[in-house]
């Protein structure tokens, strides 16, 4: 019943509150209950990841990784976006480019920036839309401007 009416709050409810029996998995109860919960309420479904990080994010979608990742970023909890982002920047979807900008950001905060540029550069060889081609650009000339790997224009076009 829950798995097809996750927007019926019975349902939500529900699930939140009862247990998993044990011939279920633990990976696919995780998965029911932070559907539920990112639905229900987005601050309880990060701190439900936080609470079982680094397990089961394997499991979890390329949108919810990218969600969790923004908000562990958002909270300067950057090694934990890190670990999200880069996951959800490996998966396909309209989330990538954002996640890969994010991720390079996050090297930025810890002082990497040799490695943020490689993100960039990464995120520029596939090719994004404009949006994120510009905004990329724009933290690849930054980042070189305060000392890393120089590159000229025709390199980054």
Request: proline content about 3%; glycine content about 4%; hydrophobic content about 40%.
């Amino acid at each position: 019943m829950v798995e097809h009416d996750m927007k019926n709050m019975t349902s939500l409810r529900h699930l939140l509150t009862c247990n998993c029996d044990d011939a279920q998995p633990e990976e696919a109860c995780f998965q029911k209950r932070l559907a539920a919960t990112i639905i229900r309420d987005f601050q309880s479904a990060v701190r439900l990841v936080r609470d079982h990080f680094p397990r089961y994010l394997d499991r979890l979608s390329g949108d919810q990784l990218f969600r969790i990742g923004v908000a562990f970023y958002q909270e300067a909890d950057i090694e934990k976006a890190r670990s999200c982002l880069e996951l959800a920047a490996a998966r396909d979807g309209s989330w990538q480019h954002k996640a890969m900008l994010l991720v390079s950001r996050t090297y930025e905060a810890v002082g990497n920036d040799q490695r943020a540029i490689t993100v960039i550069q990464d995120l520029l060889d596939q090719q994004p839309e404009k949006i994120f081609r510009r905004q990329a650009l724009k933290r690849l000339m930054t980042l070189q401007s305060q000392g890393g790997n120089p590159l000229s224009m025709t390199d980054m076009l």
